[in-house]
């Protein structure tokens, strides 16, 4: 079975900083993971997508994310926070077990961001 | 396109009383999901349609949970009766295919139910 952990449940860093949200995944097939992003009271977005063809896929808002297989790890990145930055992430595998209907998510990493 | 719709956007309601939440997925979108978002168990699918028709609903937590999809551009999701450890927000999703494809998926606002 597929699944995902983030490793950490809050995040906090400075305006014009680094960012690094942290994904591992269990799968036993190639996965298709995505992040997605939750600003409050708000529906989810999705941020960006692994598909296989690249392992550095870059998504909205200047956030990146790398696949490495070796490490089994898919971490978000952004080189500088900005104030609108600060909601809630969510790190996603696809159920392949299921039919691929199945969004399997993570506990979510809330970040803040401090001016 | 206004993106998924639902409606309403908040309920509160009493133990023991039917509560129904709609969704009007993006046109076009062969697939619908719906979630539900708590505190303890984070986000959860609890069963999701192709074509109108529901395809796994294994996520359901018990009897007193329905859903339909009537048609193309309208789902419902039923709580009969309604009990407060149903509180949380309610999401419904769409997608033009699975996510095992890559596919993204478009999530409304959320219902924020409240049950006394």
């Keep these: 079975a597929q699944s995902v952990t983030q490793l950490d449940s809050h995040v906090s860093v400075s305006e014009g900083t680094p960012v690094l949200l942290r994904c591992n995944y269990s799968s036993s097939y190639s996965p298709s993971l995505f992040w ?9 977005q999705l941020l960006l997508k692994y598909t296989s063809a690249a392992t550095l896929v870059k ?23 900005h104030m609108s930055d600060a909601a809630e992430y969510f790190c996603v595998v696809s159920d392949r077990d299921n039919q691929g209907g199945k969004l399997i998510f993570g506990q979510g990493t809330e970040l803040s961001v401090k001016p | 396109d206004a993106g998924v719709i639902q409606s309403p956007r908040h309920e509160v ?19 619908l999901f719906w979630y539900r978002q708590t505190m303890m168990r984070g986000l959860e699918l609890l069963i999701y349609f192709n074509n109108n028709v529901p395809i796994d609903d294994s ?15 309208f789902s419902t999701l039923k709580i009969q009766p309604s009990e407060p450890r149903d509180s949380a927000v309610y999401f419904c999703a769409s997608s033009l295919a699975l996510p095992l494809a890559y596919n993204e998926q478009f999530f409304g606002p959320g219902t924020r139910l409240t049950v006394l």
Excluded at chain 1, 69 to 76: A, D, I, N, W
Excluded at chain 2, 13 to 31: A, F, N, W
């Design chain 1, 59 to 81: 998504g909205i808002n200047g956030f990146e994310a790398e696949f490495k297989k070796s490490e089994t790890s898919f971490h978000l990145t952004k080189p500088s926070a």
């Design chain 2, 13 to 31: 309601t009493e133990m023991g009383q039917e509560v129904t939440l709609r969704c009007k997925p993006i046109s076009g979108h062969d697939y």
């Design chain 2, 59 to 73: 996520g359901m937590p018990e009897d007193r949970f329905s859903a339909k999809m009537p048609n193309a551009s």
């Design chain 1, 36 to 44: 997605y992003v939750q600003h409050p009271n708000k529906g989810l």
